[in-house]
């Protein structure tokens, strides 16, 4: 009788039997289907029969034939095949990925052939992702991701943004089995996290997450007046105007007055006490360094004079004029004795 252990070597007879009729009332039944490589599985005949003689093969290959109590194994399954030979079961065993396929099993003594498909899938393990770089600038450079498993057959990928399932779109592509992604021409709202979910009908594997660090802007800029969106005050307040813009990394600003540079630099500009004369165009321009963009924002600033001033200077003369009046009432009026 010859050992089932992998490596094993057995010298049997050879015995072929050809020529047999198919027959629909037996059934070939794996006793896992998909198997895992590694592993081994039996075919069984169902409903079972007794058999004294036959062969079995896998595609066109034969792996062993028997008779009566002999068995003679084919070159590849020496070691790791065997049959009863009272009922015809196969046992294989150390399946491998490259023993999948459609196994028959031909006997004479009741003119008996059946066949049946075997898929042997290898357990996944070590998913990992690889990124072709990590820094990249918005509309001007595309992400690609690789997923790869050290072990692993019949993979089926599921790619994750964050808690949302990616899929092919525009701009979005899978490639390679869809074990590699690609996002041309990223935007901001690319930068993940990204993660590969690994399946097959056996096992299944998650890789750790990824993200992308993208550049982009300025852009969406806006300017503030005091936190007003009015632009006109009175001479002798205070002014501080803030620049706000979207960009990463955070941009750099100057600012402008009339067109002329202002020796200002961040997101505010502070103004105390102003004069009419610094009514004009006030101007924000932001830059970003890697991307090379530029964008800026403008308000128009009117500085007016107070209106307190303005009507003490028009009541001096009335007030100067009734108190005249009021001297010379005083100075007509008899004294009472």
Request: charged share 10%; hydrophobic share 40%.
């Amino acid at each position: 009788m010859e050992r089932n252990t992998c490596g094993a070597l057995t010298i049997v007879l050879l015995t072929l039997s050809q020529g047999f009729l198919s027959s629909d009332a037996v059934e070939v039944q794996p006793s896992m289907n998909p198997a895992v490589a590694g592993s081994s599985v039996t075919f069984s005949l169902f409903p079972p029969v007794t058999l004294t003689s036959g062969n079995w093969a896998v595609r066109e290959t034969f792996i062993l034939t028997w008779l009566s109590e002999q068995q003679a194994v084919f070159p590849g399954y020496t070691g790791r095949a065997s049959v009863n030979v009272t009922t015809g079961a196969l046992t294989l065993s150390c399946l491998t990925v490259t023993d999948s396929g459609v196994y028959k099993v031909h006997s004479g003594d009741s003119l008996l052939s059946a066949n049946v498909s075997l898929t042997v899938v290898e357990p996944i393990s070590n998913v990992t992702l690889n990124v072709n770089q990590s820094y990249l600038i918005e509309l001007q450079t595309s992400g690609l991701i690789k997923c790869s498993v050290s072990t692993g057959s019949s993979l089926f990928f599921l790619w994750m943004n964050g808690s949302s399932e990616v899929t092919a779109g525009d701009r979005v592509q899978f490639t390679d089995g869809n074990s590699t992604l690609n996002i041309v021409s990223v935007s901001r709202y690319d930068s993940g996290p990204f993660r590969c979910d690994v399946s097959n009908p056996i096992s299944n594997g998650t890789s750790d997450s990824v993200n992308f660090t993208i550049s982009y802007g300025p852009d969406n800029m806006g300017l503030t007046v005091n936190g007003l969106n009015t632009t006109s005050f009175t001479a002798g307040s205070n002014l501080s105007m803030l620049c706000f813009t979207e960009s990463n990394p955070p941009a750099h600003f100057q600012w402008t007055f009339r067109g002329n540079i202002v020796n200002v630099t961040g997101t505010m500009l502070e103004l105390f006490n102003v004069r009419e004369d610094q009514s004009g165009p006030y101007s924000c321009l932001a830059f970003n360094n890697l991307t090379n963009l530029h964008s800026n924002v403008t308000t128009h600033i009117t500085i007016s004079k107070s209106e307190q001033l303005e009507v003490n200077v028009f009541l001096l003369p009335l007030l100067l004029m009734a108190g005249f009046f009021q001297i010379n009432l005083a100075l007509s009026v008899p004294r009472l004795l």
